[in-house]
């Protein structure tokens, strides 16, 4: 669901990471660029408020939310389920989170179609199944 709100808030080039492999702290993490630090931040807050909209699961007590207004990169963690990084171009490049976490031995990287329309939802329980 992360994924699909995101794309709605025209965020490019999102990548869902199975983390199960390879961490213990959450099950999948989401990685997705903007264009600006404003497109960051609000596409960020739009992603939790359809979440919450949605009833996803997700209170606004659960997440922990690292970035703010102006900056070029939010992380927000769903503590054991999913880590969300909204990130502008030149950040996603510099950190190169894709590289640090996909194992390839797993096969634990999902490409997540930018366009709403022919993006299909995957929540949480189908990626795990």
């Not at 702290?25 to 596409?43: K, L």
């Amino acid at each position: 669901m992360c994924g699909r709100f995101l794309a709605k808030g025209r965020c490019r080039d999102i990548t869902v990471i199975d983390m199960r492999p390879v961490a213990h702290w959450t099950d999948y993490m989401v990685v997705a660029t903007a264009g600006s630090p404003d497109h960051v931040w609000r596409a960020s807050r739009g992603m939790m408020y359809q979440l919450k909209r949605w009833d996803a699961g997700v209170r606004w007590g659960d997440a922990f939310v690292d970035g703010g207004p102006g900056t070029d990169w939010v992380n927000i963690e769903f503590p054991g389920k999913a880590v969300v990084n909204v990130m502008e171009a030149e950040a996603r490049d510099y950190y190169d989170l894709e590289s640090l976490w996909v194992d390839p031995d797993q096969g634990n990287i999902f490409e997540f179609r930018a366009d709403p329309s022919a993006a299909r939802t995957y929540t949480l329980d189908e990626l795990a199944a």
